[in-house]
């Protein structure tokens, strides 16, 4: 099992920044990628950005350039900085982590979520 714990939301004005942390424990080991999904009240889930073991990134078009994804040595925590935050960035914000490989079932976690709510 692997345990998502995010932290880091909050209320911010327009143009304001935040940074988002995933602290991920359990067993870890297994892990090929991370990353951020948020959901707005009325609409569907959504990827913000992903960070896999390789260091690869993959980031929604909506925040491109206002966003960047991150993690530590040590592969068990992901940040999400977020700059220039605009009120459609208003979300419930989840961290995700990945097992998979070639021949085994793909396991996938999710944490409880944090609130981001962005002012105009």
């Known amino acids: 099992q692997v345990q998502l714990v995010e932290s880091g939301g909050g209320l911010v004005q327009a143009g304001g920044s935040l940074r988002l942390s995933c602290a991920a424990s359990?067993?870890?080991?297994?892990?090929?990628?991370m990353g951020w999904y948020r959901q707005a009240p009325g609409k569907q889930r959504e990827l913000v950005a992903a960070i896999t073991s390789d260091g690869i990134t993959n980031y929604a078009d909506s925040v491109k350039g206002r966003i960047t994804i991150s993690r530590d040595n040590a592969k068990i925590t992901v940040l999400l900085q977020m700059n220039s935050l605009k009120p459609e960035d208003t979300a419930v914000y989840y961290c995700?982590?990945?097992?998979?490989?070639?021949?085994?079932?793909?396991?996938?976690?999710w944490g409880q979520g944090t609130q981001v709510t962005v002012s105009s």
């Open positions: 359990g067993v870890i080991g297994g892990i090929n990628a």
């Open positions: 995700n982590a990945r097992k998979e490989r070639r021949y085994s079932a793909l396991e996938v976690y």
